[in-house]
Antibody, heavy 119, light 110 residues
């Protein structure tokens, strides 16, 4: 059974760092990339970027480039999303989801990690 | 402001047919296939339709998708109360080199 299991809810202060995870199982991890998405009531679903086994292949949406870092650990089949300087506007639900191509993506999703950032 | 345009809401009674539109541009829907997702409150989106009109296993054939030019539609036949959810369209965008989404359509079953 394909599963993407995300780390738990986080409550942070502005300026703090955070790293959330997405543990994949039940499929060939090398055959799929991991996308990260943000969901907020006001902005809906937004693609943040895509993480590949080789970090140099990672793609970031212009809206998030420079503010987050994505990585993958093949040995533990886990993907990570990291912030070094959280802002209140980062308060949202974050999802990981897998994909293989521009025509087949996000067929399985993690359960979501709620992040709350306050001052 | 979402890249793909969907109506914010729609409603219908059980048994009826409902369609949800999704409008994009030449860089996304016009040149790539469309995916539809269904999301219930408090849960992650679910993969509903891919490559414009294909259903993953387990998705009832009451759900169908179509695409023409830079627009796409999701149709639900024989509407049921548990179809009440938010529906999102998505497509790869060649300018962004990543997927873009519609703002979501809330379906209410009256």
């Amino acid at each position: 059974e394909v599963q993407l299991v995300q780390s738990g809810a986080e409550v942070k202060k502005t300026g703090e760092s955070l790293k959330i995870s997405c543990k994949a199982s039940g499929y060939s991890f090398r055959s799929y990339w991991i996308g990260w998405l943000r969901q907020t009531p006001g902005q809906g679903l937004e693609w943040m970027g895509t993480a590949y086994l080789d970090d140099s292949d990672n793609r970031y949406s212009p809206s998030f480039r420079g503010h987050v870092t994505m990585s993958v650990d093949e040995s533990t089949t886990t993907a990570f999303l990291q912030w070094n300087n959280l802002k209140a506007s980062d308060t949202a639900m974050y999802y990981c989801a897998r994909g293989t191509s521009s025509w087949f993506f996000f067929d399985y999703w993690g359960q979501g990690t709620p992040v709350t950032v306050s001052s | 402001q979402s890249v793909l345009t969907q109506p914010p809401s729609t409603s219908a009674t059980p048994g009826q047919r409902v369609t949800i539109s999704c409008s994009g541009s030449s860089s996304n829907i016009g040149s790539n296939s469309v995916i539809w997702f269904q999301q219930f409150p408090g849960t992650a989106p679910k993969f509903l339709i891919y490559t414009n009109d294909k259903r993953p296993s387990g998705v009832p054939d009451r759900f169908s998708g179509s695409k023409s030019g830079t627009s796409a539609s999701l149709a639900i036949n024989g509407l049921q109360s548990d179809d009440e959810a938010v529906y999102y369209c998505a497509a790869w965008d060649g300018s962004l080199n990543g997927p873009v989404f519609g703002g979501g359509t809330t379906l209410t079953v009256l």
